[in-house]
């Protein structure tokens, strides 16, 4: 049975990753509000990028405020998702491998949701962003050469 399409969800974001290299990948991350893509090198950059896209949406609300030493900006409201989309995630693909997240809710400070890997159409849920990064973790080993060891499978 194929992955569903999530594709067209108002949240949802499409990770191209285009370069593995010692255990990091990089690539571009879309959205449908906009048809430039944010570029990141590293986990951690598209944890943030994708963090920040959530926060200035205002969806999906975060459980928890996160902490800062330096004062909070004003909460911004979701005016980004009540425009029409402009951007359809379908015609993006990444040179190691593609990747459609749909974070539904982000509680106890972390994401939760569904990632489909869409070159092999596999879809798994995810209970936090670091099992969700190792989950693509796991998907880019598979594309890997010969004679890496693969870690937990993606289902």
Not at 23 to 45: I, K, N, Q, T
Request: glycine letters at 8%; hydrophobic letters at 35%.
């Amino acid at each position: 049975m194929p992955a569903p399409d999530v594709s067209h969800a108002r949240n949802a974001i499409c990770i191209c990753v285009d370069a593995v290299s010692t255990g990091s990948f990089r690539g571009r991350l879309y959205h449908r509000y906009a048809p430039a893509p944010v570029l990141f090198d590293g986990a951690e950059h598209l944890l943030l990028a994708a963090e920040t896209l959530f926060d200035n949406w205002n969806y999906p609300q975060p459980g928890l405020l996160a902490r800062s030493f330096s004062p909070r900006p004003a909460q911004r409201g979701n005016t980004c998702m009540d425009r029409q989309p402009i951007e359809d995630l379908s015609g993006h693909t990444g040179g190691c491998a593609t990747f459609t997240v749909q974070v539904a809710y982000r509680q106890n400070a972390t994401w939760q949701g569904t990632v489909t890997w869409l070159e092999e159409g596999k879809l798994s849920h995810f209970r936090s962003a670091l099992e969700l990064i190792k989950l693509m973790d796991s998907a880019l080993e598979e594309t890997s050469p010969p004679g890496d060891k693969p870690s937990a499978a993606f289902s």
